[in-house]
């Protein structure tokens, strides 16, 4: 499972700038924000949430991200849709599997997937503070930040019918024709339901070449860029 989607950015002080941004000693405010092209961040959707699959920030104290309200919860509006952005929620109970763990295996542990190759550690939340994730840390260290997106409110009123959308929730990401917009329902026009994981009860075939996705489980809906939109 490869669910990725290229959506938001990051600023700083206000101002977009690209992925793994080294933090500025001059930090007053992080944020993610509407989609700046150039500049758009990448996310896995996976267990009904969006997870950074790429360090977003490089090199940040773990303060600085406590200062901006990105550890628990801080809500962002990203291309009108509404989201909480936190730090992926960790524990080092052995017995457990915690929320990375949890990513990792329905993404089944792909490394590449998750860019760990190259980037350094990155911080994590538990219910006794501050973890380090993706290699050894010091907790007084100065480490990567990759946040995670859960929606509380998204805005449909951007869809086109007729036109490409990315829609998905779960472990389900969808890209197709948007059919139509009920108040209940997004319907797609898909030419089959392999994309649909076993356990997302959310999303149905209509057997006429239609998907049938309950947007009280979305996760994302979004047109997709005019470059990413199939020729012809």
């Known amino acids: 499972m ?3 989607i290229s959506m938001g950015t990051l600023y700083l002080n206000g101002r977009p700038v690209g ?5 500025p000693e001059d930090i007053q405010d992080i944020r993610l924000g509407d989609t700046v092209p150039g500049k758009e961040l990448s996310f896995v959707l996976v267990n009904g949430v969006l997870v950074a699959n790429n360090s ?11 200062a901006s309200h990105l550890v628990r919860a801080r809500a962002v509006v990203i291309d009108g849709s509404n989201y909480r952005c936190r730090l992926l929620r960790t524990d080092n109970d052995e ?6 763990d949890q990513a990792l295996i329905a993404t089944g542990a792909n490394r590449k997937l998750w860019n760990l190759y190259d980037n350094e550690p990155f911080w994590t939340v ?7 994730r993706g290699g050894h840390g010091d907790p007084e260290g100065r480490y990567a930040w990759r946040p995670v997106l859960e929606p509380f409110l998204l805005n449909f009123s951007r869809l086109r019918k007729g036109g490409m959308v990315i829609a998905g929730g779960g472990n389900s990401l969808f890209h197709a024709l948007l059919h139509d917009v ?3 329902d997004l319907i797609l026009d898909v030419d089959g339901d392999d ?14 070449g ?8 979305l996760v994302v809906a979004r047109m997709v860029p005019e470059q990413e939109a199939p020729q012809g």
């Open 56 to 66: 977003v920030m490089l090199d940040v104290p773990f303060e600085v991200l406590r």
């Open 2 to 4: 490869e669910n990725i």
């Open 182 to 184: 009920t108040d209940y």
């Open 210 to 217: 239609h998907l049938i996705l309950d947007r009280s489980s």
């Open 95 to 100: 017995n457990d599997a915690d929320e990375w």
């Open 195 to 208: 994309n649909i994981a076993t356990e997302d009860a959310f999303v149905a075939s209509s057997g006429d």
């Open 19 to 23: 992925a793994q941004t080294a933090c």
């Open 126 to 132: 538990s219910p006794h503070g501050m973890e380090v």
